[in-house]
């Protein structure tokens, strides 16, 4: 009867090692994709400097490309955290699976006084385990940021 114990013992143990294993695969490549989706967002908005039409177009197009899906609770969440956390007046603006931010920046040097901006851009990472996502709430550590350079007007 102890043999069978043990045996039971060392098939839990090393299904919980599989499973681990297989949910740190699917969380690096779901990080590698939000990874190179934020770059090429952050590369397409300095390419036509801002968000505009043309812009949003193509981004939409290489998003649907990639395949990159997101919970909309995942957005929520981070419009709520960053509404929460910032009181200026920088608005959330989030399409298709992303987010991004503009912030105003006045800046003088030997030109005098120039405006800019620069845009945020949040993706996130696509790992929905609902179970551990209630109970201990991911939150930041399913997002992925970076920034553009600034933009002069």
């Known amino acids: 009867m102890r043999d069978a114990i043990g045996q039971v013992f060392a098939l839990q143990v090393i299904l919980a090692f599989v499973l681990l294993i297989n949910g740190y695969m699917a969380y690096s490549v779901n990080y590698t994709r939000a990874f190179r989706v ?5 590369n397409i908005i300095e390419q036509y400097e801002g968000p505009t039409d043309e812009a949003m177009a193509k981004i939409e197009s290489y998003v649907d490309g990639m395949t990159y ?19 200026g007046d920088d608005v959330v603006n989030c399409q298709g699976g992303w987010c991004y931010i503009a912030h105003d920046v006045k800046t003088t040097g030997g030109d005098g006084e120039m405006n800019g901006t ?4 949040v993706t996130f990472v696509n790992i929905d385990i609902p179970v551990i996502n209630n109970l201990i709430g991911l939150g930041d550590f399913l997002s992925v940021s970076g920034e553009t350079r600034t933009i002069y007007r």
């Open 38 to 42: 934020k770059n090429q967002i952050v």
């Open 69 to 87: 899906r997101v919970p909309q609770t995942l957005i929520n969440n981070f419009r709520n955290r960053y509404a929460s956390n910032n009181s």
């Open 118 to 121: 620069y845009y945020s851009v």
